[in-house]
């Protein structure tokens, strides 16, 4: 499995502009969080020319920040979170890939957060900090 995390983080700090007007600070590997309390997961499957899963994490005060940003009641937490990861797995798979290209992606799937869940595997997580407030994201790619 490839990693295509690293490419994410200018497309990542875009989708966040775009839709918030928040801009967000890249982390360096050492400042990625071991956990983060009440935080949670969206998962999204794609497949294509290429197949795979893009996996964002974010803390639960900054999406209330960002759902009402959008509009929404600050409940809507869970929605905003997928629908942050639908516009950025969008966006990520015209950047690696090409615009014309028809990729098929799954329903986002949002969670409560397990402690350390993007730690240890086989794909490095990247992040950003948003107001002082981490977002992880792990994109992992299947040729």
Do not use: R, Y
């Not at 499957?45 to 009641?73: C, M």
Request: hydrophobic content about 45%; aromatic content about 4%; glycine content about 10%.
């Amino acid at each position: 499995m490839n990693s295509a995390s690293a490419e994410s983080i200018p497309v990542l700090l875009d989708v966040l502009e775009t839709m918030t007007f928040m801009n967000g600070i890249v982390m360096a590997e050492d400042e990625i969080p071991s956990e983060i309390p009440g935080a949670l997961h969206a998962s999204l499957t794609f497949s294509g020319p290429a197949s795979g899963i893009v996996d964002i994490w974010s803390d639960l005060e900054l999406l209330e920040t960002i759902a009402e940003l959008l509009g929404d009641d600050e409940s809507a937490t869970e929605d905003t979170l997928g629908e942050i990861l639908n516009v950025f797995t969008g966006q990520i798979l015209t950047t690696l890939g090409d615009e014309c290209i028809a990729f098929d992606l799954g329903i986002p799937v949002v969670k409560v957060a397990e402690p350390g869940e993007w730690c240890g595997g086989d794909v490095a997580p990247v992040g950003v900090f948003v107001d002082g407030m981490p977002i992880i994201i792990q994109v992992s790619l299947k040729q």
